[in-house]
T-cell receptor
Framework: GQQLNQSPQSMFIQEGEDVSMNCTSSSIFNTWLWYKQDPGEGPVLLIALYKAGELTSNGRLTAQFGITRKDSFLNISASIPSDVGIYFCAGRLGAGNMLTFGGGTRLMVKP | DTEVTQTPKHLVMGMTNKKSLKCEQHMGHRAMYWYKQKAKKPPELMFVYSYEKLSINESVPSRFSPECPNSSLLNLHLHALQPEDSALYLC????????????????FGQGTRLTVV
């Protein structure tokens, strides 16, 4: 089946630094989503991407849908302590298909 | 109301117990989902209900039994679980028809942390 490779698996950065993480797939997706999950909570949708090449921002977060439709990245600018958590990418092929999740990127921010 | 509410938040049960997890949403969503999430892993889909009918069962063992009494409620009945079933169980809901719009994507609940002893 489809698999999403998400990297890096974890990052430990200084407050104020920019962060970049990405997901790659062996097959194409028509939708890419980025979620954040805090400890003991469910995932919260950050950004949804629906068109190849699309670049979308949500505050300090920016995500792009790769031209090949096989990858996506998420950037966080000027990180703050509350950015700590696990970030998951997820891809979907079509409206009737379920999400395929990446393995997650655990972000830790040092004040 | 833009929330998916799950109860209980934590549950400890023995291998011979019968328990139920509950999920409720009042957003008018017509698709509801159960996911299982082990520590440091992504969520894994278990079941999907669409318009109150079971549409996907991802080969889940019969000791997990889903139920959708109405369009706002989703239950997961548990019986004779094993310690390896300990995990975070997440409920999610979405509009019945995905329209490539952010507001049609799935909302997740906080989850029920299940421990089987």
């Amino acid at each position: 089946g489809q698999q999403l490779n998400q990297s890096p698996q974890s990052m430990f950065i200084q407050e104020g630094e920019d962060v970049s993480m990405n997901c790659t797939s062996s097959s194409i997706f028509n939708t890419w989503l980025w979620y954040k999950q805090d400890p003991g909570e469910g995932p919260v949708l950050l950004i949804a991407l629906y068109k190849a090449g699309e670049l979308t921002s949500n505050g300090r977060l920016t995500a792009q849908f790769g031209i090949t439709r096989k990858d996506s990245f998420l950037n966080i600018s000027a990180s703050i302590p509350s950015d700590v958590g696990i970030y998951f990418c997820a891809g979907r092929l079509g409206a009737g298909n379920m999400l395929t999740f990446g393995g997650g990127t655990r972000l830790m921010v040092k004040p | 109301d833009t929330e998916v509410t799950q109860t209980p938040k934590h549950l400890v049960m023995g291998m011979t117990n019968k328990k139920s997890l509950k999920c409720e949403q009042h957003m008018g969503h017509r698709a509801m989902y159960w996911y299982k999430q082990k520590a440091k892993k992504p969520p894994e889909l278990m079941f999907v209900y669409s318009y109150e009918k079971l549409s996907i069962n991802e080969s889940v063992p019969s000791r997990f039994s889903p139920e959708c009494p109405n369009s706002s409620l989703l239950n997961l009945h548990l019986h004779a679980l094993q310690p390896e079933d300990s995990a975070l169980y997440l409920c999610a809901s979405s509009q019945g028809l995905l329209k490539r719009q952010t507001n049609t994507e799935a909302f997740f609940g906080q989850g029920t942390r299940l421990t089987v002893v």
